[in-house]
Protein backbone atom coordinates (compact mmCIF):
# COMPACT_ATOMS: atom_id res chain seq x y z
CA UNK A 1 0.00 0.00 0.00
CA UNK A 2 0.98 3.14 -1.16
CA UNK A 3 0.29 6.19 1.51
CA UNK A 4 -0.72 9.58 0.10
CA UNK A 5 0.42 12.91 -0.08
CA UNK A 6 -1.88 15.87 -1.12
CA UNK A 7 -0.49 19.07 -3.12
CA UNK A 8 -2.39 21.99 -4.01
CA UNK A 9 -2.08 25.65 -4.77
CA UNK A 10 -3.33 27.84 -2.42
CA UNK A 11 -4.81 31.00 -4.50
CA UNK A 12 -5.01 33.32 -1.65
CA UNK A 13 -1.58 32.63 0.12
CA UNK A 14 -0.39 32.20 -3.19
CA UNK A 15 2.02 29.12 -2.31
CA UNK A 16 1.88 25.55 -2.92
CA UNK A 17 1.07 23.71 0.08
CA UNK A 18 1.62 19.48 0.71
CA UNK A 19 0.09 17.92 3.54
CA UNK A 20 -0.97 14.45 4.52
CA UNK A 21 -3.54 12.12 6.85
CA UNK A 22 -1.10 9.68 7.16
CA UNK A 23 1.73 11.51 8.19
CA UNK A 24 0.95 13.37 11.50
CA UNK A 25 2.88 16.98 11.42
CA UNK A 26 3.41 17.09 7.52
CA UNK A 27 2.19 20.43 6.01
CA UNK A 28 4.51 22.12 3.99
CA UNK A 29 4.11 25.27 1.95
CA UNK A 30 6.58 26.93 -1.08
CA UNK A 31 6.16 29.68 -3.27
CA UNK A 32 7.12 26.69 -6.21
CA UNK A 33 6.31 23.50 -7.16
CA UNK A 34 10.12 22.38 -7.13
CA UNK A 35 11.04 24.10 -4.09
CA UNK A 36 8.02 22.49 -2.42
CA UNK A 37 8.99 18.98 -3.94
CA UNK A 38 12.48 19.59 -2.27
CA UNK A 39 10.65 20.20 0.96
CA UNK A 40 8.76 17.05 1.19
CA UNK A 41 11.44 14.61 -0.64
CA UNK A 42 13.83 16.21 2.38
CA UNK A 43 11.39 16.31 4.67
CA UNK A 44 9.27 13.12 4.56
CA UNK A 45 11.98 10.47 5.82
CA UNK A 46 12.79 12.79 8.74
CA UNK A 47 8.98 12.24 9.67
CA UNK A 48 8.58 9.12 9.26
CA UNK A 49 11.29 8.26 11.45
CA UNK A 50 10.13 10.48 14.04
CA UNK A 51 6.96 8.78 14.04
CA UNK A 52 7.62 5.33 13.48
CA UNK A 53 4.30 3.79 12.27
CA UNK A 54 4.88 4.58 8.60
CA UNK A 55 7.16 2.46 7.03
CA UNK A 56 9.67 3.87 4.88
CA UNK A 57 9.20 1.16 2.04
CA UNK A 58 5.65 2.65 1.74
CA UNK A 59 6.76 6.09 0.31
CA UNK A 60 8.23 6.78 -3.18
CA UNK A 61 9.06 9.79 -5.01
Known amino acids: ?7 YWDSE ?3 YVATSDVIPGMCYKAESFDELMDQVQYNVP ?8 IKEK ?4
Open 46 to 53: RLIQVNKK
Open 13 to 15: ATV
Open 1 to 7: MKNMINI
Open 58 to 61: DYWF
